[in-house]
Structure formats: structure tokens, C-alpha cells
């Protein structure tokens, strides 16, 4: 059928909208590798001695090349510090770092609830247009950060791109959905995904000490995350504004078809009209929900809890635990080239992620979810068992390393992905856009708590710290077991009855949508 083929303008579009999910996946992923060189910097700006550097972070990695111990070159090094005010430096240089790590969710918590706000505001092209001034300033506050206090511009730099990315998660996503064949709405969704994974691999790569990582770039490091920012807006000019924006938000018929065409490669665009103008009778129909109707009305309460929780799962699985502090993990596991290993984990992140493509379309929501977290609660105890023993068998440090790999394979194959594809699906037209959002919010939400408060819970833990997240993941299991519904090619209303009867409620629903939008994804 015509309107399914790939054309090149949907190639070419897709592949700008993405740049957007790899610049995210670049900035989760570049602040891992010079983490030892960046808390150097700030121990040398504040002007912290480097003697009781292990105290600072006992999973840091040292390097040969040792900055000035004095704030000021030419000054006299300073005296033996008394011990409570060596350990409030050590105290601060440890907070300031996982404020460098953790004030990107901040942002991406804020901007979460507004990238759809923005794009219905502005239309989705200038909404990413918009977008990308945040990413370049971000980028510039970060790539100055060695000619000035590197700890508040490397704090606000973040702070700013994830307000980029907070923005983006939603925008592109929808963007992508809305230009998107019938047919191949679900294959091409699953490349926002992949090029996050993409993203973090690549951060991971230049972040290597011989190319980026070193005292002398790790600015530029930073700094090239404005790069896919200045080329994503040159090649947005030549982009198709969404078909779907301009027939049901702005009412342009002529100007739908005219995207349409461009996208489709074909001037018969009657099947995607039809489909517009159902979805359209169907949101006029749909009132909008708030977030208190969502807890407070009996129809949407469960579904809401059911997709908190999977996103909380998500998050505080410890799968960004490992992302952002992997290579401390592996040189505690006692891995000679930690980096590496950090690289090995980015990518089978990325080999997994293209599985799951397949995977998800084939089997259930609830199946593959059920089969990562449980694959991960494994991993979990071998991983923690390796570090423990680690000590008395040498050998026990592949084993941990194994497990950390086999961890995100698991999460890539089911935790992973799955929120977002059942979050859309347990809701329809009216509810979806506030419970989208306020999933993704609360998705940032765990995001930063993790970012904020793993290095203080592996530093209190030691090598027992994956024991905590394997007991987190076998609660979560437990919840999905009993409270999670399948809801692969099932409409509205089968959903909404297999959420009544896991809740032991016999109130029926209003009528219900058949989900024609969501069930294009390629389910049946």
C-alpha cells in the first residue's frame, strides 16, 4: 500500500526528530566516564586537599595525572587540615558531585509536564526548535566550565539540558507517532529508544581518557553535546510539520494533506484522512481529566497506581545506578579497565533495545515485564554476592561484571521499554495526555532520587548495595504479578474489565474507545 512504504522524507524526518533522543542519551551518559577527573577539579577550585581523596568517594577511580594541590598556583600548599573540617570538604565535594549528576533530573522533572503543553502551543517542529535553545545553552555553560567555577556551571549546564530533555521525551515520541505509517507507527516509535541507548554508548566511547576524558578536553566533552542540537535545527527547515497537529489542532485541511503527500510519497492520502478524522470525532468526544480526577474517579484510579508503579519499578530497579556510576562499580568489582567494561554495558544496552523491537510486538506487555524484572532480581544477588566475595575469590569480579550485563539485557527486554507502551494503552483519549504526563513526571521524579542518592547508599552499603535493589525488584514483581493486566490487542474496555477484576470491583465503565491509534503499533 502506498501509504505505508518508507519514503525518504520519512527517513529523513525521522532521523532529525531522533537527534533529539540521542542528545539525551548523550547527556545521561557523558557525566560517567570523567567522573575522577571532574571531582579532581573540584577539590582543586574549592581547594580541597587530594590526600583523603578515597574518602571523598570510595569507588573512584585514581588516575596518574594528579592536579595542584593548591587552589592557586604559585602559593604555598596549605597545612594539615584538622580531620572535622577535612571531612566537611570531603562531605561537599561529594554533594557537589551528585548535584552534577542529579540537577539533570531536576530539569527533566520540571520541563516533563510542558513539552506537550509546547508542542500543541507552537506546533511539534517549532516546539523542538525551541527546545534546542536550551540544549545550546546548556551545552555552552558546560563547555566553559574549565575557565571559571566548574562546579556551578557544570550544575547549571546540567540543570538546563535536562530541561531540554524533560522537553524532548515527550515531543519526539509524539511527533514521531503522529507522521508515522499505520503499519510501521510502533517500529519507528521503538527509535527513540534506540537512539538514547545510542546516545549514551557514543558519550561513553569519546568519554575514553586517550580521545575526551582526559584534564585537558573534558570541557569539550560537555560541549559536544551542542553538536546534534545545531544540526537537528539546519535540518528541521526541511521537515513536514505533523499532519495530525495540523488537521485536529489548527483545523488546516489543505495543509494536512500537503504533509501528508511529502510524507506518504503519494498523492492518495485517503486511508490517513479517514483515520484523522475518527481520531478527531473521538477527542471532541473525550473531555480532558485533571490530575485529582485521575486519583479521585473509580475508572481511572487503578490504571493511574498500576502505571506510578511500573515507572517507579523502572527507576528504582537500579538500572541507573549502574548507567551512571558503572565505572566505579566495575573498578570496585576489580576490573583493571573499568572504562571499557562501561562501554561493554552501553553496548549491549543498544543490542538489546533493537531485540526488543521484536520482542514487544510479539509477545505480551506483561510477560516481558515480568520476565526482565525477574532476570534482573537474579542478577541483582549475583551481582552483590560477587562484590562480597570478592576479596576471598578473585574470580567472583567476572561474575559480577556478568550479572551487571545480564541486568540490562533484562531491563532492555521487558522494564525498560514496556512503561511507556502500557502507561498509552491503560487510558483513553481523554485521560491519556494528563496521565502521560504526570507518568513521565513522576518517571524524573525516581530518576533524580536515584541520581541524588546512590553514591550516599553505595558508600553506606558497600558491597551489599545490590542486595537493597534486589529486594526492590522482587516487590515490584509481586506488584505486576498480582496488579499489572495484559493489555495487548485488547480495547478500552477489556482493559478497564481486567483492572476491575484484579481490583475485585464489578462498577462498570463508561463506554469505552477502541484503541484503533494504539493497537497500530503492529500488536494484534
Not at 18 to 41: C, K, R
Not at 323 to 328: G, L
Not at 373 to 389: D, E, Q, W
Not at 390 to 401: C, R, T
Amino acid at each position: 500500500m502506498a501509504g505505508d512504504k518508507i519514503t525518504g522524507t520519512l527517513v529523513f524526518t525521522v532521523f532529525t526528530a531522533v537527534l533529539s533522543s540521542f542528545q539525551f542519551g548523550y547527556d545521561i551518559g557523558v557525566i560517567n566516564a570523567p567522573q575522577q577527573i571532574i571531582i579532581s577539579h573540584y577539590r582543586h577550585v574549592l581547594g580541597v586537599p587530594l590526600d583523603d581523596r578515597k574518602a571523598t568517594n570510595s569507588y573512584v577511580i585514581n588516575t596518574t595525572d594528579e592536579p595542584p594541590t593548591s587552589p592557586h598556583p604559585g602559593n604555598p600548599p596549605p597545612g594539615p587540615w584538622p580531620e572535622e573540617e577535612t571531612m566537611t570538604s570531603t562531605g561537599l565535594v561529594t554533594m557537589l558531585w551528585s548535584l552534577s549528576v542529579s540537577t539533570f533530573a531536576v530539569g527533566g522533572m520540571v520541563a516533563s509536564f510542558f513539552g506537550g503543553w509546547l508542542g500543541d502551543k507552537l506546533g511539534r517542529i517549532k516546539a523542538l526548535l525551541v527546545a534546542n535553545s536550551l540544549s545550546l545553552a546548556g551545552a555552552l555553560l558546560m563547555g566553559c566550565s574549565k575557565l571559571g567555577p566548574s562546579h556551578i556551571l557544570i550544575i547549571a549546564g546540567r540543570s538546563i539540558s535536562g530541561l531540554y530533555c524533560g522537553l524532548i521525551s515527550g515531543l519526539v515520541p509524539m511527533y514521531i507517532g503522529e507522521i508515522a505509517p499505520t503499519s510501521l507507527r510502533g517500529a519507528l516509535g521503538t527509535l527513540h529508544q534506540l537512539a538514547i541507548v545510542t546516545g549514551i554508548l557514543i558519550s561513553q566511547i569519546v568519554g575514553l581518557d586517550f580521545i575526551l576524558g582526559n584534564h585537558d578536553l573534558w570541557h569539550i566533552l560537555f560541549g559536544l553535546s551542542a553538536v546534534p542540537a545545531l544540526l537537528q535545527s539546519l535540518l528541521l527547515i526541511f521537515c513536514p510539520e505533523s499532519p495530525r497537529y495540523l488537521y485536529i489542532k489548527l483545523e488546516e485541511e489543505v495543509k494536512a494533506k500537503k504533509s501528508l503527500k511529502r510524507l506518504r510519497g503519494s498523492d492518495d492520502v485517503t486511508k490517513d484522512m479517514n483515520e484523522m478524522k475518527k481520531e478527531k470525532e473521538e477527542a471532541s468526544s473525550e473531555q480532558k481529566v485533571s490530575v485529582i480526577q485521575l486519583f479521585t474517579s473509580s475508572s481511572y484510579r487503578q490504571p493511574m497506581i498500576v502505571a506510578l508503579m511500573l515507572h517507579m519499578a523502572q527507576q528504582f530497579s537500579g538500572i541507573n545506578g549502574i548507567f551512571y556510576y558503572s565505572t566505579s562499580i566495575f573498578q570496585t568489582a576489580g576490573i583493571s579497565q573499568p572504562v571499557y567494561a562501561t562501554i561493554g554495558v552501553g553496548a549491549i544496552n543498544m543490542i538489546f533495545t533493537a531485540v526488543s523491537v521484536l520482542l514487544v510486538e510479539k509477545a505480551g506487555r506483561r510477560s516481558l515485564f515480568l520476565i526482565g524484572m525477574g532476570g534482573m532480581f537474579f542478577c541483582a544477588i549475583f551481582m552483590s554476592v560477587g562484590l562480597v566475595l570478592l576479596d576471598k575469590f578473585a574470580w567472583m569480579s567476572y561474575m559480577s561484571m556478568t550479572a551487571i550485563f545480564l541486568f540490562v539485557s533484562f531491563f532492555e527486554i521487558g522494564p525498560g521499554p514496556i512503561p511507556w507502551f502500557m502507561v498509552a494503552e491503560f487510558f483513553n483519549q481523554g485521560p491519556r495526555p494528563t496521565a502521560l504526563a504526570l507518568a513521565a513526571f513522576s518517571n524524573w521524579v525516581c530518576n533524580f532520587i536515584i541520581a541524588l542518592c546512590f553514591q550516599y547508599i553505595a558508600d553506606f552499603c558497600g558491597p551489599y548495595v545490590f542486595f537493597l535493589f534486589a529486594g526492590v525488584v522482587l516487590a515490584f514483581t509481586l506488584f505486576t504479578f498480582f496488579k499489572v493486566p495484559e493489555t495487548k490487542g485488547k480495547t478500552f474496555e477489556e482493559i478497564a474489565a481486567e483492572f476491575r477484576k484484579k481490583s475485585g470491583s464489578g462498577q462498570q465503565p463508561k463506554a469505552p474507545v477502541e484503541m484503533e491509534f494504539l493497537r497500530a503499533t503492529g500488536t494484534v
